[in-house]
Nanobody
Framework: VQLQASGGGQVQAGGSLKLACTAS????????LAWYRQTPGSQRELVAM???????IYTDSVKGRFTISRENVEKRVYLQMDSLKPEDTAVYYC????????????????WGQGTLVTVSS
């Protein structure tokens, strides 16, 4: 599965960005989708997830500020990021995987190339 992420950029604290990710999977609608982020020297962190039936989860630091959504016909997943903070600066990756028993299981072979988000203070 190929994933293409876009929408990153540089923004001032308090601003907004909307990331988009397009997947090539023919079974897109059957999978959960997630956004991760990573900073240099750190592990990749799950930011938000949306299941195939619309269940969403967010890491605590972005709750109330970020919104994940999906468009199955277009095979796209979005991440609306509002009230951005400098600590949101990272490379953001999308992933297509499985949501089961309250956990998200990423497909390690379906990472997009990442898009850089830089938030200045």
């Amino acid at each position: 599965v190929q994933l293409q992420a876009s929408g990153g950029g540089q923004v001032q604290a308090g601003g907004s960005l909307k990331l988009a990710c397009t997947a090539s999977s023919n079974a897109f609608g059957a999978y959960a989708l997630a956004w991760y982020r990573q900073t240099p020297g750190s592990q990749r962190e799950l930011v938000a997830m949306i299941s195939n039936v619309g269940t969403t989860i967010y890491t605590d630091s972005v709750k109330g500020r970020f919104t994940i959504s999906r468009e199955n016909v277009e095979k796209r997943v979005y991440l609306q990021m509002d009230s951005l903070k400098p600590e949101d600066t990272a490379v953001y990756y999308c992933n297509l995987g499985v949501y089961a028993s309250g956990d998200y299981y990423p497909n390690e072979h379906s990472w997009g190339q990442g898009t850089l988000v830089t938030v200045s203070s």
